[in-house]
């Protein structure tokens, strides 16, 4: 595999955000996350999606940490300053599960509480249905896990198809079109950071089609063993998606519906955000998690 990393100084005086870079090494591929708050408690793993990075959690990091959490938010291969792959057939649904699963391991993560957002939900509900002891608890905002048994939204398929056709696969601008409130130039070159240019988008352009739309594809049968363990997942899960996505619209009454932990939990809808909720609403996201992590932690 032909391997690609984004130079340092693309990442320097990027606005609001101020963290040290960490880094482990997966199967001979970089990988960098953020580890913010105490190292000795119990860890709230922030996963991202398309075609974010860890620096879309910058706003809810401080406020998980400051209520004495250890939030570690991994940037993706492909993403961020982690490695980028520079062929697109060397991305698969089953590559990102298994290297966030080593990832987790390598880290040695337990009583974990999962946030996953678009793709994070993908591979993170994945993960924790087959490492279910890893983990104490799962917030799911904005997100689904997807068999390719039903079709998917209309919202999705436009995604889809722009994706794999836009000329310009312009990532900031993709950001700022999924959000509901205005980003400033500044903020959208910080997502534009990790991509010098189109080569290092390879991982970008393939992870819409790696999303299973119908029942054969590579990732469906995993993805209904993954269900069937879900259905049986009686730890406190919580859906806080928001209320303009039309991606994942109405996906968070079916999580409810078919999970066990979901009942009985306060799922909540932000007013005012759009697909990337972390960056419309990331302080309010960041005090539900908060809350329902004091609210649960006896469960």
Known sequence: MEVLRTPDERFANLPGYDFQPNYVEINGLR?????????????????????????????????????????????????GRSDKLAQREDYTYQFHVDVVTAFVEALNLQNITLVCQDWGGLIGLRIAAEHPNRFARIVAANTFLPTGDQKPSEGFLRWQQYSQTVENFHVGGIIKGGCATPLSP??????????????????????????????????????????????????????????????????????????????????????????????????????????????????
């Open 31 to 79: 990988i960098h996350y953020l580890d913010e708050g105490p190292a000795s408690a119990a860890p709230v793993l922030l996963l991202h999606g398309e075609p974010s990075w860890c620096y879309l959690y910058r706003k809810m990091i401080p406020i998980i940490a400051a209520a004495g959490h250890r939030a570690i938010a991994p940037d993706l291969i492909g993403f």
């Open 186 to 299: 500044e903020v959208i070159e910080a997502y534009n950071a990790p991509f010098p240019d189109d080569s290092y988008k390879a991982g970008a352009r393939q992870f819409p089609l790696l999303v299973p739309t119908t029942p054969d594809n590579p990732a469906s049968e995993p993805n209904r063993q993954a269900w069937e363990a879900l259905k049986q997942w009686d730890k406190p899960f919580l859906t806080a998606f928001s209320d303009s996505d039309p991606v994942t619209r109405g996906a968070d009454a079916v999580l409810q519906k078919l999970i066990p932990g979901a009942k009985g939990q306060p799922h909540t809808t932000i007013i005012g955000g759009g697909h990337f909720l972390q960056e419309d609403k990331g302080e309010e996201l960041a005090g539900i998690i908060v809350d329902f992590i004091a609210r649960t932690s006896n469960q």
